[in-house]
């Protein structure tokens, strides 16, 4: 019996062992793949040489070692010329690309780093004033100028905090407190410039100066040390925060606002949660009893608020504290719009929610 | 990441490509054929691994392009009814002929297994082929031939016991 259960398994163990000796002709095989492979985009690519001209040219390294040469070889003339260049100019690409960043690497200790970077800053509101003097700032000029100032702002504050590591809080509070008189007093001058009837705009040196007030500001912390901090937010993410100029037009008021904001432009929350507001402080008499959140929607801010009671009423409010949404409250519904990306900024305590009491911006 | 995915490829290839050859060879008995759908089938998954869409199992990927590259073929070549041959799983199993051979023969053994398991009913064939001849376990032969589990295994059991039957083995043993 054992015998012929063997020799079925022979028979059949043979078979499969012949059916799997079917196989392709390694140059079939290899045909196959050569044929699908090149197909692909990852054939092995030439590595180019690092000593050939172009690599070289696509070295940093390079790049400065030939800027500095340009800048010797066109000669001292030019880089006069380049230094007064204002955004638009033919040589105003030298003078932020090639010669201050050249200047901001000679500066070795943090203090003297975070100096210069002010006086870049500095640099950029004065470019941004004589621009709109002659009312040539246009809203690619005002970009370029955000972009680089956000360049300054992230060299600043790693040299702010380079210092603090040096514990030297008076040079910090010193250089804060410079760019921040800086920073007003340009906006306060290119507000005046940009809207000279305009007598409903706030006066953004007082802004500044009031801690209590929901412009831009710079914070100088309890101990002074920090710098560029967008008290809105209420991180530390300095990197993120640039101090810039930046007009907004509420076009369908026809109100024109100029507002100092602390970040990039393409950072529209932060940009905006520092504008000039009168807005909050309507939709804080409505719902001082209640809670009022800041919401972003397709770049725009609102207040969301809702009063403090059981089935009670809500709104939505555009910056300018007008009614752009409403909320009922026994019945659910939402009319108008209904802002989803929010953040609360005030909640009154104690208050039915079961929330912490918050007050974001000391309103009162 | 792009050669990571044709070393994949590659590495996917030499493990599998003759499983496939075999596969097509014994169906369609034409080699050139089925060095075309061979080819084709790997163009397939490295037009899917490119893509970087997610292969749960590169071999029953494989089977089945193949299969269903089979099925193509034969609704252009032969004058089957489609709809009845996949109705009915009914992809025949052809002993190729010696020119279909070129490094190593079909032996008598092997000719004539694949003559019996062409000899099943089409049910089992394809469980039966994959799970002698390619080892697939009863899993994976579920993937490519889309049935459960259970089914294959009952498939196999009973597929195994038709062929002992038809290879006279079951004859051999009574007597």
């Not at chain 1, 912390?221 to 530390?236: H, L, V």
Request: hydrophobic share 35%; proline share 4%; charged share 25%.
């Amino acid at each position: 019996m054992k015998k012929i259960i063997d020799m079925e398994n022979e028979k059949i163990n043979n078979g499969i062992k012949e059916i799997k000796n079917i196989k392709m002709t390694p140059s079939e095989r290899a045909a196959i793949l050569r044929n699908i492979l090149p197909l692909s985009d990852t054939a092995p690519k030439p590595i180019p040489s690092p000593f050939s001209f172009y690599s070289l040219l696509k070295q940093h390294s390079f790049q400065y070692v030939l800027a500095s040469l340009l800048v010797l070889i066109v000669g001292g003339g030019t880089i006069a010329t380049s230094q007064k260049s204002l955004p638009g100019n033919v040589l105003y690409p030298l003078k932020v690309n090639f010669l201050e960043p050249i200047n901001s690497s000679l500066n070795f200790s943090p203090e003297t780093k975070a100096k210069y970077e002010n006086s870049l800053v500095k640099e950029r509101l004065l470019e941004t004033e004589t621009l709109a003097r002659q009312g040539k700032l246009d809203s690619a000029k005002e970009k370029q100028i955000n972009e680089l100032l956000s360049t300054h702002t992230v060299a600043f504050n790693k040299a702010i905090n380079e210092l603090k590591k040096t514990d030297q809080k008076e040079q910090i509070t010193n250089i804060t407190t410079e760019l921040q008189n800086q920073l007003s007093e340009n906006t306060k001058k290119i507000v005046a410039m940009k809207n000279p009837n305009d007598t409903e705009l706030l006066d953004p040196t007082e802004d500044l100066n009031n801690p209590k007030n929901e412009i831009a500001k710079i914070d100088l912390s309890k101990n002074g040390t920090d710098s560029y901090r967008a008290i809105k937010d209420g991180e530390s993410d300095t990197s993120s925060a640039t101090p810039s100029i930046t007009r907004k037009e509420e076009a369908s008021i026809g109100e024109k606002v100029f507002s100092v904001s602390m970040g990039n432009p393409s950072q529209n929350k932060k940009n905006m949660s520092l504008s000039i507001n009168k807005g909050l402080r309507k939709v804080f008499a409505l719902y001082k009893n209640g809670q009022i959140s800041e919401c972003f929607e397709n770049g725009k801010l609102y207040y969301s608020a809702s009063l403090n009671a059981y089935d009670g009423e809500g709104g939505t409010f555009d910056s300018l504290g007008t009614v752009v949404g409403k909320y009922q409250g026994f019945t659910g519904k939402y009319t108008g719009i209904s802002p989803k990306n929010c953040e609360r900024i005030y909640v009154i305590y104690p208050n039915i929610w079961g929330l912490e009491g918050l007050n974001k911006y000391n309103l009162e | 990441m792009e050669n990571n995915i044709t070393d994949t490829f590659k590495k996917t290839y030499e493990e599998y490509s003759d499983s496939i050859f075999r596969f097509s060879l014994t169906r369609v008995s034409d080699r050139e054929q089925a060095l075309d759908i061979t080819q084709e089938t790997f163009l397939r998954l490295w037009k899917t691994m490119s893509e970087k869409k997610p292969i749960k199992n590169s071999q029953a990927f494989l089977f089945t392009i193949a299969k269903h590259l089979i099925i193509d073929w034969y609704r252009k070549k032969k004058s089957i009814s489609l709809d009845q041959m996949i109705e009915n799983e009914n992809i025949p199993f052809d002993v190729p002929d010696e020119s279909s051979f070129k490094v190593i023969e079909l032996g008598i053994e092997g000719k004539n297994l694949l003559s019996k398991i062409n000899d099943l009913p089409p049910i089992y064939r394809d469980s039966i082929y994959l799970r002698l001849v390619e080892d697939l376990p009863p899993k994976e032969i579920s993937e490519i031939l889309n049935v459960s589990v259970n089914v294959i295994s009952v498939r196999i059991n009973r597929g195994l016991e038709e062929l002992k039957k038809i290879t006279g083995y079951e004859n051999e043993k009574n007597n």
